[in-house]
């Protein structure tokens, strides 16, 4: 399974973003499907994420009500709408994905990484 982020850059604090996730290879198996972020010197943060085939989602509550995930499974593309961008969600970004399902926060279930986005937000 290959996952490839796009849709970073550069915002002012309460701008909008939309990342992409193109996920291809063996996505039949798939199961579960997430957004982490890193920040500098900070450890991977879960963002979004559940489910690859029901609507099945989870927010980390700093996003909850500004981020929103979608997953376009025929597509086989998961995005995050990212809005009211604050300069604390500065980070590189990634996508991930597993072909379980387990604890769809934590970044060691999943086996699946892109390289990742990187999402600065100015004050």
């Known amino acids: 399974v290959q996952l490839v982020e796009s849709g970073g850059g550069l915002v002012q604090a309460g701008g909008s973003l939309r990342l992409s996730c193109a996920v291809s290879g063996r996505t039949r198996t798939l199961l579960s499907v997430a957004w982490f972020r890193q920040a500098p010197g900070k450890e991977r943060q879960f963002v979004a994420g559940g489910s690859w085939n029901d609507r099945t989602t989870r927010y980390e509550e700093s996003v909850t009500g500004r981020f929103t995930f979608s997953r376009d499974t025929p597509n086989n593309k998961v995005d995050l709408q990212m809005n009211s961008l604050k300069p604390e969600d500065t980070a590189v970004y990634y996508c991930?994905?597993?072909?379980?399902?387990?604890?769809?926060?934590?970044?060691?279930?999943?086996?699946?990484w892109g390289r990742g986005t990187k999402v600065t937000v100015s004050s």
């Open positions: 991930a994905a597993d072909d379980m399902v387990s604890d769809y926060e934590r970044p060691a279930m999943y086996d699946y």
